[in-house]
């Protein structure tokens, strides 16, 4: 008997965690496809941006990956789902170098996980003048112009102006992560007893920072903020991002050498053309309870290009690594054997707040109940979420080493991080 054709499409967290899942499975026959060769763990993207991540698993190759844990790997930018003869089109190759028409690979089963990407809401300026973190090009590119403007501070002594839109886990998490990164351009960086470099703006346009939070969580996230000198504006509907200014519609005006915009995601503009897929307002694919698309059952979505709006809610489930985690680890047992799935049910664990130094919080889910956490007990429990990843991604085997060498080695963390 044949094996099942898996295709997944999208090596962004949920859809890695899939892959490595499945490719043990004897029945099964699974490729991968993404547009870039490497893997990078999202939630620590804006660590690549202000330059502080040193991990073992900060990026690794999805070539590599492939042969480790038995999938196939096609590297390619997805244009289409021909959903009649049950084959994904990828376009012809772009890389400098190679030659070749678009490809087309087939499938018994499709999983759609191309991930998000943060919105503009249509408003002037953003695309032109801001940066907005969605991929490692977008963090390198920041990288290159924040040290720039460091590099100038340092030697004009008047502080570079960063401003970032939104205070979601993005906006918070860069924040933290830009005045640690601060501290290695100081004249003597064994102190950090020195003048200000970098001047930090937090706009929010909610009356208050990460809306829809905890409030107990909010107020210690609102506190750290404080004590690492970011100016936090909330009410701050921006209308307007100018070469070097940002702009909102109260009349509010803040000069920017550098702007980032993190107000929030919606699904890759390419999700809408792939298919006569049923989309929701924000872009993404509406599924059943099964993850299933509405118009074919065979053509599954997880994570940020999924829409799945549970029993008795109002909106969809959030764009989350937590989710697509989970939704991951959901698919693993359902594909196989669909006719015996359950529906799928998001269990929240809650939100965890790493304060570097000066420890860690966070609210943490158990059944019905949530708790505040903090100190060693929340810092371990942050841990383990990349841990988590890295045992799945790896296997038990080459996760284990990795971890090791993490703990022998650890990334240098920032004073805030925010993964929800």
């Given at each position: 008997?044949?094996?099942?054709?898996?295709?997944?499409?999208?090596?962004?967290?949920?859809?890695?965690?899939?892959?490595?899942?499945?490719?043990?499975?004897?029945?099964?026959?699974?490729?991968?496809?993404?547009?870039?060769?490497?893997?990078?763990?999202?939630?620590?993207?804006?660590?690549?941006?202000?330059?502080?991540?040193?991990?073992?698993?900060?990026?690794?190759?999805?070539?590599?990956?492939?042969?480790?844990?038995?999938?196939?790997?096609?590297?390619?930018?997805?244009?289409g789902?021909?959903?009649?003869?049950?084959?994904?089109?990828?376009?012809?190759?772009?890389?400098?170098?190679?030659?070749?028409s678009?490809?087309?690979?087939?499938?018994?089963?499709?999983?759609?996980a191309?991930?998000?990407?943060?919105?503009?809401?249509?408003?002037?300026?953003?695309?032109?003048?801001?940066?907005r973190?969605?991929?490692?090009l977008?963090?390198?590119?920041?990288r290159?112009?924040?040290?720039?403007?460091?590099?100038?501070?340092?030697?004009?002594?008047?502080?570079?102006?960063?401003?970032?839109?939104?205070?979601?886990?993005?906006?918070?998490?860069?924040?933290?992560?830009?005045?640690?990164?601060?501290?290695?351009?100081?004249?003597?960086?064994?102190?950090?007893?020195?003048p200000?470099?970098?001047?930090?703006?937090?706009l929010?346009?909610?009356?208050?920072?990460?809306?829809?939070?905890?409030?107990?969580?909010?107020?210690?996230?609102?506190?750290?903020?404080?004590?690492?000198?970011?100016?936090?504006?909330?009410?701050?509907?921006?209308?307007?991002?100018?070469?070097?200014?940002?702009?909102?519609?109260?009349?509010?005006?803040?000069?920017?050498?550098?702007?980032?915009?993190?107000?929030?995601?919606?699904?890759?503009?390419?999700?809408?053309?792939?298919?006569?897929?049923?989309?929701?307002?924000?872009?993404?694919?509406?599924?059943d309870?099964?993850?299933?698309?509405?118009v074919?059952?065979?053509?599954?979505?997880?994570?940020?290009?999924?829409?799945?709006?549970?029993?008795?809610?109002?909106?969809?489930?959030?764009?989350?690594?937590?989710?697509?985690?989970?939704?991951?680890?959901?698919?693993?047992?359902?594909?196989?054997?669909?006719?015996?799935?359950?529906?799928?049910?998001?269990?929240?664990?809650?939100?965890?707040?790493?304060?570097g130094?000066?420890?860690?919080?966070?609210?943490?889910?158990?059944?019905?109940?949530?708790?505040?956490?903090?100190?060693?007990?929340?810092?371990?429990?942050?841990?383990?979420?990349?841990?988590?990843?890295?045992?799945?991604?790896?296997?038990?085997?080459?996760?284990?080493?990795?971890?090791?060498?993490?703990?022998?080695?650890?990334?240098?963390?920032?004073?805030?991080?925010?993964?929800?």
């Amino acid at each position: 008997m044949a094996a099942t054709r898996i295709v997944i499409l999208g090596g962004g967290a949920g859809g890695l965690e899939l892959a490595s899942a499945l490719s043990s499975r004897p029945e099964l026959d699974v490729t991968l496809v993404d547009r870039v060769g490497a893997h990078i763990w999202k939630p620590r993207l804006h660590e690549f941006a202000a330059g502080t991540v040193t991990s073992t698993l900060s990026e690794i190759s999805f070539y590599m990956l492939a042969q480790m844990r038995g999938f196939r790997f096609e590297q390619g930018s997805v244009v289409g789902i021909d959903r009649a003869a049950s084959e994904v089109r990828l376009a012809a190759p772009d890389l400098p170098g190679t030659v070749g028409s678009e490809r087309r690979i087939g499938y018994d089963r499709c999983v759609v996980a191309l991930g998000g990407i943060t919105a503009d809401f249509g408003i002037p300026g953003v695309r032109e003048h801001a940066i907005r973190l969605d991929a490692k090009l977008d963090a390198d590119a920041f990288r290159d112009r924040f040290v720039a403007l460091l590099i100038n501070a340092r030697q004009t002594r008047v502080p570079a102006r960063v401003v970032i839109v939104g205070s979601g886990a993005t906006g918070t998490e860069l924040a933290a992560h830009l005045r640690l990164a601060e501290t290695a351009f100081f004249d003597r960086p064994e102190t950090t007893e020195q003048p200000r470099l970098l001047d930090l703006t937090l706009l929010e346009a909610a009356p208050e920072v990460m809306p829809g939070a905890d409030a107990e969580l909010r107020a210690g996230v609102v506190q750290r903020l404080a004590e690492l000198g970011v100016t936090v504006v909330t009410s701050a509907r921006i209308t307007a991002v100018e070469p070097g200014a940002v702009r909102a519609a109260s009349g509010g005006h803040w000069p920017a050498d550098l702007t980032v915009w993190a107000a929030g995601l919606v699904g890759l503009p390419v999700l809408s053309m792939l298919a006569d897929f049923e989309m929701d307002r924000k872009g993404r694919i509406v599924v059943d309870a099964f993850l299933r698309s509405t118009v074919d059952p065979a053509v599954y979505a997880l994570g940020d290009a999924a829409s799945l709006t549970p029993d008795g809610a109002a909106q969809p489930l959030p764009p989350t690594a937590q989710i697509a985690s989970q939704q991951a680890a959901y698919l693993a047992s359902s594909l196989a054997d669909p006719v015996a799935a359950k529906p799928f049910r998001f269990k929240d664990k809650g939100k965890l707040v790493s304060l570097g130094g000066a420890g860690t919080v966070g609210l943490v889910g158990f059944h019905r109940n949530d708790f505040f956490v903090d100190g060693q007990f929340a810092k371990a429990a942050y841990h383990a979420l990349q841990r988590r990843h890295q045992w799945q991604v790896l296997g038990p085997l080459r996760g284990s080493v990795a971890i090791l060498a993490d703990v022998i080695s650890p990334t240098r963390g920032p004073a805030l991080k925010l993964h929800g």
